[in-house]
């Protein structure tokens, strides 16, 4: 099973930018789809963005298309999370999470291993 771990949380301003960065181990990730999921206070974990095993199909929740863009490194074993213009409402844990699949799904079910998250705060 793959290993991850999240990185780049932190506090912005509305309208700022932030990378968040998932690096990988125990297995390369280019046998797995990758997927962003993010949790805010009091809510449901819900999908954000995900991106195909070699990078050529991506699919972003409504939410954040056009402010995010999911990319990954298959040879460094990282997928990273540009995420522009930032709204109150991004504010959530966000989580990487690997599905040994092979389709681009926006549901939590169809992965099977998950980092610890990392915190991002976006202020008003």
């Known amino acids: 099973q793959v290993q991850l771990v999240e990185s780049g949380g932190g506090l912005v301003q509305a309208g700022g930018s932030l990378r968040l960065s998932c690096a990988a181990s125990?297995?390369?990730?280019?046998?797995?789809?990758m997927g962003w999921f993010r949790q805010a206070p009091g809510k449901e974990r819900e999908f954000v963005a995900a991106?195909?095993?070699?990078?050529?199909?991506?699919n972003y929740a409504d939410s954040v298309k056009g402010r995010f863009t999911i990319s990954r490194d298959n040879a460094k074993n990282t997928v990273s999370l540009q995420m522009n213009s930032l709204k109150p409402e991004d504010t959530a844990v966000y989580y990487c999470a690997a599905d040994r699949g092979y389709l681009v799904h926006d549901t939590e079910y169809e992965y099977d291993s998950w980092g610890q998250g990392t915190r991002v705060t976006v202020s008003s």
């Open positions: 991106i195909s095993r070699a990078g050529g199909s991506t």
């Open positions: 125990g297995r390369t990730i280019s046998s797995y789809v």
